[in-house]
């Protein structure tokens, strides 16, 4: 009644996984066993070998029985040497199938984990998912030219700009003008005016002879302009 009752709630499963130990577990007991007798058997002959050579030139009859259980003792000692080697292929036998055994299982169990993993994943899902991510990465990259490639603000008027500069310009020359008492002549304009060599013009007089000139002919206008006004 019990044995049933242990079937339903699953004791007959787990005696069925725990057999291959407990098979083992036996056959590892008796071979202690069988290799304890086999010692045994190995020291009696050896006693009886030692009787043997004992009694073998005093007592012949002692010496024959001592050869005689010293046989005896050979031939339980290659029966149990033969037990032995049996019960050791059979535990290896057993171990070699618990293991394949318990390999299987954990082939199915993988088999079963990847079947879940897999389930309802077809390979037109994984394109249709590799397409999306090529399309969002596209997206991505049209962002980010866009948001490099505007300036923030209103665009800046280049023409502004240069009349900016300009005022700028004419401003810095006008102070100039107020602290030399002469207009300032660019590269440009001094690189067309006749150059003057060795303290001459080009037109072959002085500059303080020029200047002396320039006077005398202000003060003739500034005279004739007095006569005038009379």
């Known amino acids: 009644m019990w044995g049933s009752m242990g079937g339903w709630f699953g004791g007959g499963a787990q005696k069925r996984s725990d057999a291959p130990k407990t098979a083992i577990l036996g056959l590892r007991q008796t071979l202690d066993m069988l290799q304890k007798r086999e010692k045994h058997l190995e020291n009696q002959m050896a006693e009886q070998d030692a009787v043997a050579r004992k009694h073998v030139s005093t007592n012949k009859t002692a010496a024959k029985a001592a050869l005689r259980r010293k046989q ?22 057993i171990e070699a199938a618990n293991i394949n055994q318990e390999t299987l299982k954990a082939m199915q169990k993988a088999g079963k984990a990847m079947g879940q993993i897999h389930q309802g994943l077809t390979i037109d899902k994984v394109d249709q998912t590799m397409d999306e991510l090529r399309e969002q990465h596209a997206l991505g990259e049209e962002i980010a030219n866009a948001i490099t490639s505007t300036s923030v603000g209103e665009p800046i008027d280049e023409d502004e700009l240069n009349e900016e500069l300009a005022e700028l310009e004419q401003k810095d020359l006008d102070k100039q003008m107020l602290k030399t008492g002469s207009v300032p002549v660019s590269d440009e304009v001094a690189n ?13 007089k002085h500059p303080m002879r020029r200047e002396e000139e320039e006077e005398d002919e202000e003060a003739e206008l500034a005279k004739l302009q007095a006569e005038m006004a009379m």
Not at 72 to 93: G, K, R
Not at 192 to 204: Q, T, W, Y
């Open 72 to 93: 005896q003792h050979a031939h339980s000692l290659e029966q149990t040497t033969a037990q032995i080697a049996t019960l050791e292929q059979q535990i290896y036998s």
């Open 192 to 204: 067309r005016l006749p150059s003057v060599a060795n303290g001459k013009l080009d037109n072959g």
